[in-house]
């Protein structure tokens, strides 16, 4: 199969059946959105995503953060892969279809996917009342967060904080977290747990999965 014809609408069946070629197919009402493999900077700051939330959200085991490749799909012409994402722990099973509710989303910002997340996805994820949605900008060291009925961004250039519940500890993440990544420097201290590099969504650490070591649903980012 050579690549797909972006100028058609396609459903989610129809991008779920694509052989896997290594790159991101995504859908917004019916729109095809492609992106290569994301490169190493991109993933460095992933990994640093990752390890800060799930670290944070140690102490709340009705959450979990994971990271694409995932299929999430609200419709028949949805379908999305955010970099990174939490939803309530009550919506893990062995498939994606459950996966309904995205307490927070974050896409890291490379050239090729610029016009999907800062627009395309951007207003998906608006309409289907994502609460937080993150756009990370590294080139620009930023970040634009965004709720459901936002109009403009918040544009957050030093610490960006963030609650999973109104009553919940605040998380407060540094621009040394990886936002802001010199290539002199942001290979040097990444403490990436081995799991994040294998592609395993669950384990932050050896023995526990947010508070427990359920690991009924370790085939959760197979597409089923």
Known sequence: ??????????TVDEVLAFPA???RYELVDGELLVTPAPGTRHQVVLGRLYRELADHLEKYPDVAVLFSPADISWDREKLVQPDLFVIPASELSATWKTVRTLLLAAEILSPSSARGDRLVKRQLYQRQGVATYWIIDPDAALVEVWHPDDERPEIVTDVLRWR???DAEELALPPACGFRTHSDTYFGIIRTPISVLSGHPFRSHPDTHFGHSDTRFGDVGHRS
């Open 1 to 10: 199969m050579g690549m797909p014809d972006t100028a058609r609408r396609y």
């Open 21 to 23: 070629d290594g790159n």
């Open 164 to 166: 999973v519940a109104p």
